[in-house]
């Protein structure tokens, strides 16, 4: 079954849309839910959330920053181009809740994966307030999908370019600060803004959810590679999450776990640019 | 040939040398040659009651194929095993002969058993080298019945090919990127070649069975709706959950579950990074391998041709407690392995995020447990430190049972694998068949297979009373 790239669009530098053809797993997509992908038959396995899905069409929607060689690839596919493999959707649904008052807290291209959730929890009745953020105004995705799910909207720059000047948590601590009621906050982006984002809520006691992006390989249970520690037990990211309580993860452990392989991608990544100027130096 | 001397010594197998093997993942044992396979099977007394027959799960007529090589005719040998058996170049090189086939052989008695596994997986090798023609079809008159098969590793591709064979519409799913199970993402190039094991699946695909890979039952499509579509499911999803040990650090940087490691470097090909993989796996300095079985070997064994200083194994009982095939220990320590018995990993320890030490403790043997091994027993105030700069655990796994998501009428057992009827291996779902490791718990190759094959049969049955 070829994975065809029906669609593509570039949200902001360094930052790209598939539209991807998969019409098993747009069958049975749920928001919080994610893809294994191998973009060539050299490629290694990685997860990228599903951002929306259409059953009718067959069609899922990827949205990914080009950081390493795996994105990098796959941000270099053209629209009827295949990606060789995709499996999915794995990783439980998010937890269906109704009524309630929910601050989504999201930043970087993390914007992309709490989009269906937001969509997701607004369509189910509860009155959405999101603080979003990116390093600078052209980095910030998704801003008219975000306002058209939320009752209320927050954007920070970490440059001040747009919106606030500053970070999405300290938006959240000021508007808990001025007691502000939240049934329950959704972080989702980089580690460390979904680790601050915890250290924020826990005195007021507010429920955390964070969406992990462990390191993966198998993406249903087998390897290990994802596993985290979650209220002092081992968990693996694929199985059991992605989505857990923030203030029983160990986000120091997660975010150590992640920088594992930096050498190695390092590596990787210099040989792909200088393959690149091989090639683009031959066609040119 | 009479009884004489030469006939009782085994036709010994060419190995690749030490120094050759620990820089690559070339296969060690490098099979008979015609000759030698002829020689081999002239030493085979054609029993009348033939005892090896006995010890094989999948019934291969035994003292038939071996007396077609005695003969030097190699394709009616292929025939006679493919009747029982489709993938011999995979289950010569990777079944436990010795407690099977070769542990019932009669010329025990006197001398060497004869060396089955390597007369069939010459006969295997040998159909590979002779592909175009002998991988003909016969025509196989329809059924117009529908089965499914879920997972492509050794229960499926033995159920899957009977199936086939009996005129089913199959379809397999596997989850990963490609077929093959274990046998791919499992067990290492040196024991058990990749372009093998695809060769054999080739077989399967001409016998007209679909497989589809990245499909997971349980996520991309469930059990409930592969019943709409299909008259009957085999379930031979496997044990492929690792065990982790639960003693502090061990999410450390640099320790991988054995799965992971072998996923790396078999089905990722992490050896070829970054030139033609892009899946980075770290190896360097002292690696540890935690357990005694053939998955702790063969990690052991990879890591040393990843390029390993040096390579132990820390096990907590004896050697002779040690579930591994003893041809696989004894390789092991031919390339240098050290073996670290009676000693228990209580705790990893790090700097800046990545392991550098274990700490250890010491170990006697009590009385005998459940398996009947003897209990191994921790020596108070015994702790001492191994050094570690990778750690690999394997130190056993689970069944996976992701195929019984979206779906409530699967019974389980308390181990957590699937619940069957030991006589027809019907699940408490009717009309859905399940075998090999998700049944049984961790196991051998061909045990799989001859669950597969006895699930074929009872499919069979079922299909043929509606």
């Known amino acids: 079954m070829p994975f065809r790239i029906l669609k593509k669009k ?46 009718k069409e067959g069609t899922i929607t990827l949205i990914f920053q080009e950081v390493g060689v795996s994105t990098l690839k796959l941000g270099l596919l053209e629209e009827g181009d295949e990606i060789h493999d995709i499996l999915g959707p794995v990783g439980n649904p998010g937890e269906y809740v109704r009524d309630q008052t929910i601050c989504v807290v999201a930043g970087g291209v993390g914007i992309g994966a709490a989009y269906p959730r937001t969509k997701q929890l607004k369509e189910l009745g509860n009155y959405i307030v999101s603080i979003i953020g990116a390093r600078s105004a052209e980095l910030l995705i998704l801003e008219e999908e975000m306002k058209k799910y939320s009752d209320e909207i927050y954007i920070t720059t970490d440059d001040g370019s747009k919106g606030r000047k500053g970070f999405v948590t300290e938006v959240l601590k000021e508007l808990l600060e001025k007691g502000r009621k939240f049934d329950q906050v959704l972080s989702i982006g980089p580690p460390i803004m979904m680790k601050v984002t915890c250290d924020v809520t826990k005195p007021f006691g507010v ?69 690149i100027l091989v090639k683009s130096h031959a066609s040119g | 040939m009479p009884l004489d001397k030469e006939r009782l010594k085994r036709v010994p197998m060419r190995e690749l040398s030490v120094e050759e093997r620990i820089k690559t993942f070339n296969e060690v044992p490098l099979g008979y040659t015609e000759e030698e396979a002829i020689k081999e099977a002239s030493r085979c007394l054609q029993c009348v009651k033939p005892f090896c027959v006995g010890g094989c799960p999948v019934g291969i007529n035994i003292p038939a194929f071996i007396k077609a090589i005695s003969k030097g005719e190699f394709e009616e040998a292929l025939k006679i095993i493919r009747k029982a058996n489709i993938i011999p170049a995979i289950t010569g090189r990777v079944c436990p002969q010795e407690d099977q086939c070769e542990g019932r052989c009669v010329m025990h008695k006197i001398g060497d058993p004869i060396n089955i596994g390597a007369l069939e997986r010459f006969i295997g090798d040998w159909a590979l080298k002779h592909k175009s023609e002998l991988f003909k079809v016969p025509e196989i008159p329809k059924k117009n019945k529908q089965v499914a098969v879920i997972g492509s590793g050794p229960a499926g591709i033995a159920a899957a ?24 993402y499992g067990i290492p190039e040196f024991r058990l070649p990749k372009r093998i094991v695809r060769s054999e699946l080739e077989y399967l695909r001409k016998l007209g069975v679909e497989i589809k890979t990245n499909v997971l039952i349980g996520r991309t499509i469930t059990l409930d709706e592969l019943l709409k579509e299909f008259d009957a499911i085999f379930i031979g999803t496997g044990a492929g959950l690792p065990r982790f040990l639960g003693v502090p650090g061990e999410n450390l940087n640099g320790i991988y579950s054995a799965n992971e490691f072998l996923i790396r470097i078999n089905l990722m090909r992490a050896f070829e990074f970054p030139e ?89 043997l009590g009385e005998p447990d459940e398996s009947g091994r003897r209990r191994p027993i921790p020596i108070p105030g015994s702790e001492f430190e191994e050094k570690a700069d990778i750690v690999v655990l394997a130190v056993g796994q689970r069944p996976n049972t992701t195929v019984t998501f979206g779906t409530n009428n699967l019974k389980l057992t308390k181990w957590g694998t699937i619940w069957v009827n030991p006589e027809t291996l019907e699940t408490s779902i009717k009309g859905v068949f399940a075998g090999g490791d998700i049944v049984t718990g961790a196991a051998t190759v061909i045990s799989a297979m001859g669950a597969g094959r006895k699930a074929a049969k009872s499919i069979n049955a079922f299909l043929s009373k509606q």
């Open chain 1, 207 to 275: 429920k955390t959810i964070v969406s992990l992006n462990s390191m993966m390989v198998c993406g249903m249970g087998m390897c290990g590679a994802c596993r985290v520690t979650v209220g002092g037990e081992t968990k693996f990211t694929c199985v059991h999450g992605p989505e857990f309580d923030g203030h029983l993860v160990d986000f120091n452990e997660l975010m150590m776990r992640l920088r594992m392989y930096k050498e190695e991608e390092q590596i990787a990544l210099e040989k792909f640019k200088k393959n």
């Open chain 2, 276 to 364: 033609k993989s892009d899946t980075p796996i770290k190896v360097f300095g002292t690696v540890a391998v935690i357990g005694g079985g053939n998955v702790a070997m063969d990690a052991a064994r990879s890591a040393l041709r990843m390029g390993a200083e040096e390579v132990k194994i820390i096990y907590r009982r004896t050697e002779k407690e040690m579930p591994a095939r003893a041809e696989e220990i004894r390789r092991a320590k031919e390339e240098g392995i050290q073996f670290k018995l009676l000693t228990q990993p209580i705790e990893f320890i790090g700097e800046n995020g990545y392991v550098k030490k274990i700490k250890c403790i010491k170990m006697k």
């Open chain 2, 161 to 184: 090919a009977d199936l086939a064979k009996m005129g089913y519409d199959v379809t397999m799913f596997e989850a990963l990127h490609e077929p093959g199970g274990v046998l791919m």
């Open chain 1, 10 to 55: 570039i949200l902001a530098p360094n930052i790209k849309k598939i539209i991807v053809k998969a019409p098993l797993i747009a069958r049975k997509a749920k928001a919080g839910q994610f893809v294994i992908l191998r973009v060539d038959e050299h490629g290694e396995r990685i997860p990228l959330t599903l951002v929306d899905w259409n059953e």
